[in-house]
């Protein structure tokens, strides 16, 4: 339990249907519905996969905020003020399958807009992970090769298909 510390990660995202991009200081994901490209900055390595199932809970933010509809039970902590100063809504989602590997989610969400201000994933070994949502696009048209790696933008990157 010593080695069990939380994980914060501030960044940004853009989603528009099943698709995301998430950009953090250390990563850049791409999801397009289907394959997932994870660049990690330091070694210049690209990871390809097709997540499925809890995978994508896990690393997908759309799959994770839609799947609480049928897969987790809601409930509303209260309100309090964000690290921005912002009113957010405090909400926590338990996963209604017991053998899930997640123990709980806890949202953040804004007040005014009422989009994600933050996402905390536990696990059941006690391991969590935030996501400070700095940047959130909507309404914006955005092109399919938006949530796609585009490698003439990273020639040095080594790609590792884990397909």
């Known amino acids: 339990k010593a080695n069990q510390k939380a994980e ?3 960044g940004s995202i853009q989603m528009k249907g099943d698709k995301f991009t998430l950009k953090t200081p250390q990563s850049y994901t791409w999801y397009d519905g289907a394959t997932q490209w994870v660049y990690m900055e330091q070694t210049e390595e690209v ?22 509809k049928k897969g987790f039970t809601a409930k509303y902590k209260g309100e309090s003020t964000n690290q921005s100063g912002k009113k ?22 804004d007040k005014i807009t009422n989009f994600p201000a933050s996402i905390t994933v536990t696990n059941k070994n006690g391991v969590s992970n935030t996501i400070l949502i700095s940047k959130l696009v909507t309404g914006v048209n955005q092109s399919a090769s938006v949530f796609v790696f585009d490698q003439r933008k990273f020639p040095n990157a080594e790609i590792i298909d884990l397909r």
């Open 8 to 10: 914060v990660i501030e």
């Open 47 to 68: 990871n390809v996969s097709k997540p499925e199932g809890d995978e994508l809970q896990f690393t997908n933010p759309v799959v994770l905020l839609n799947t609480y």
């Open 88 to 109: 957010v809504f405090d909400i926590t989602l338990v996963p209604k399958n017991r053998k899930s590997d997640i123990s709980k989610i806890d949202l953040r969400i």
